[in-house]
């Protein structure tokens, strides 16, 4: 069992920057592939990063490709989300959930333990 908890989350203008922050306890953090996603109200939870289990590997959803860097440290057992440029269609409650497959997987059914999500707003 992995338990994660966001933070970082909040209420920012259009261009501003924030950086999520998910803490993982349980099971060992560095045998699972991380990932953030989002949902918007009305609309279906989507993939916005993924970092595999090293931190080597990073892979983006192009509507936040150039603009968000996802990270890790494995010795602290926290995966990180700095979001830079945000726009107001950024806003929704993100994500993070870990995955124990090597294989890089974006689809919401892949990942077997989310944590509760933070709220970003983003206004213009």
């Known amino acids: 069992q992995v338990q994660l908890v966001e933070s970082g989350g909040g209420l920012v203008q259009a261009g501003d920057s924030l950086r999520l922050s998910c803490a993982a306890s349980g099971r060992t953090f560095s045998g699972y592939a991380m990932g953030w996603f989002r949902q918007a109200p009305g609309k279906e939870r989507e993939f916005v990063a993924r970092i595999s289990r090293s931190g080597g590997t990073t892979r983006y959803a192009e509507s936040v490709k150039g603009r968000f860097t996802i990270s890790r440290d494995n010795a602290k057992n926290t995966v990180y989300l700095q979001m830079n440029s945000l726009k107001p269609e950024d806003t929704a409650v993100y994500y993070c959930?870990?995955?124990?497959?090597?294989?890089?997987?974006?689809?919401?059914?892949?990942?077997?333990?989310w944590g509760q999500g933070a709220q970003v707003t983003v206004v213009s």
């Open positions: 959930a870990a995955d124990r497959a090597v294989v890089a997987r974006t689809s919401t059914g892949a990942y077997d333990y």
